[in-house]
T-cell receptor, first 113, second 111 residues
Framework: DTGVSQNPRHKITKRGQNVTFRCDPI?????LYWYRQTLGQGPEFLTY????????KSRLLSDRFSAERPKGSFSTLEIQRTEQGDSAMYLC???????????FGPGTRLTVT | GQNIDQPTEMTATEGAIVQINCTYQ??????LFWYQQHAGEAPTFLSY????GLEEKGRFSSFLSRSKGYSYLLLKELQMKDSASYLC????????????FGTGTRLKVLA
């Protein structure tokens, strides 16, 4: 069990560029979650998947954000036309379908200049 | 609305006991979680309460009162490595497994 992994760990991009992050959950976990965390705040829910189905999406997620989990394993989060306000830590977590505990990855820190 | 409140910062001395409180108001309740997060790292799971009462796990205990919308995390025999943020999170309803997090309590343990 290697835990939840995320790539890249850090990303610096210029405003207006598109970025894509990847999350590999714990292999037997059916549910996958994306959160965003800014300094001094708790994680903020963005979206989650059960297998390949996206079951819930936060109203905070603008149409510039899209997430996929095409084969029910890894997931990608894409942000189009990045803005400075997108600068944050993007956390991925996974859990068993019938379990409650979420296991978090190390996060991808995005800086938009 | 959904609201979770925790103190922003706390300071305690090595070897002491500290209690971190969390109050919540959510549209439903399907469990409360405590996570520890060191600076720049991912949150790691500490405890889970879904029924009223105390759950003990080594130096850490967590208490829940659903009627009061209240929980606390108790840390005993504090160590320097316990300096971290402690996040209270609520799963608001069955059928959705997202968490709603509080802003976290930054605990500083002094020698």
């Amino acid at each position: 069990d290697t835990g939840v992994s995320q790539n890249p760990r850090h990303k610096i991009t210029k405003r207006g560029q598109n970025v894509t992050f990847r999350c590999d959950p714990i292999s037997e976990h059916n549910r996958l979650y994306w959160y965003r965390q800014t300094l001094g705040q708790g994680p903020e829910f963005l979206t989650y998947f059960q297998n390949e189905a996206q079951l819930e999406k936060s109203r905070l997620l603008s149409d510039r954000f899209s997430a996929e989990r095409p084969k029910g394993s890894f997931s990608t989060l894409e942000i189009q036309r990045t803005e400075q306000g997108d600068s944050a830590m993007y956390l991925c977590a996974s859990s068993l379908a019938e379990g409650y505990e979420q296991y978090f990855g190390p996060g991808t820190r995005l800086t938009v200049t | 609305g959904q609201n979770i409140d925790q103190p922003t910062e706390m300071t305690a001395t090595e070897g002491a006991i500290v209690q971190i409180n969390c109050t919540y108001q959510t549209s439903g309740f399907n469990g409360l979680f405590w996570y520890q997060q060191h600076a720049g790292e991912a949150p790691t799971f500490l405890s889970y309460n879904v029924l009223d009462g105390l759950e003990e796990k080594g130096r850490f205990s967590s208490f829940l009162s659903r009627s009061k919308g209240y929980s606390y995390l108790l840390l005993k025999e504090l160590q320097m490595k316990d300096s971290a943020s402690y996040l209270c999170a609520v799963s608001p309803a069955s059928g959705t497994y997202k968490y709603i997090f509080g802003t976290g309590t930054r605990l500083k343990v002094l020698a």
